[in-house]
């Protein structure tokens, strides 16, 4: 097999010289409009090609391999007084796995636990390359049935920030408070 970065032989889908030095983190800040911090991995552009492969066969292996040396490392660095849930944005089955479920795994620690299928879409469109226009006539309906207590929102990309903030404002009007948003990437250059 070949690595899918370097395509150099490899027993791996991406070899460990890519790993360690094409997949290295950098942590990046954005406030949305809506007063949510998200905190991403990775400019959009460096791993583009790899989050595409949520929609193939090997998209949860990739996403694992991403979790693993991005949200993982931040998971077992963060301190906070008392426990936090990860909650993945609309993480339903699709493709024979959840991509925002795989996400919120890799983040379960002494202080972080995930919590899967507590927001979802109640609107099934998909923003993959819509417009900001479209996005805002078009709501995702988000419905938390978690617990209302801290949380941490899941996302494997932030572009516009509609759907974090949505999904922000769903949580906390069940009664939970949102610390803070992670995604493995963000679009804004």
């Known amino acids: 097999m070949r690595c899918l970065l370097c395509e ?3 027993w791996r889908l991406i070899c460990t010289e890519c790993i360690r030095t094409r997949l290295a983190p950098t942590v990046r800040r954005r406030s949305l409009a809506c007063g949510l911090e998200v905190i991403s991995f990775y400019p959009f552009g460096e791993i583009d090609y790899l989050l595409k492969t949520k929609y193939t066969p090997i998209g949860s292996a990739i996403y694992r391999i991403l979790a693993r040396h991005a949200l993982a490392p931040f998971a077992k660095n963060f301190d906070f007084d008392g426990s936090v849930h990860a909650v993945g944005i609309d993480d339903h089955v699709a493709k024979g796995y959840a991509h925002t479920a795989v996400l919120a ?3 379960k620690s002494r202080i972080i636990r995930p919590n899967y299928g507590r927001l979802l879409a109640q609107n099934r469109v998909h923003y993959a390359g819509q417009s900001l226009d479209f996005r805002l006539k ?3 309906n988000f419905r938390y049935t978690g ?5 941490i929102l899941i996302d ?3 572009t516009t920030g509609t759907t974090l903030c949505e999904a922000k404002a769903c949580v906390e009007a069940a009664g939970a408070k949102v610390l803070f948003a992670l995604t493995l990437a963000d679009a804004k250059e």
């Open 147 to 151: 617990k209302k207590t801290d949380i």
């Open 138 to 140: 078009n709501p995702r």
């Open 156 to 158: 494997d990309l932030i």
């Open 8 to 10: 150099k032989l490899s």
């Open 105 to 107: 795994r890799s983040l």
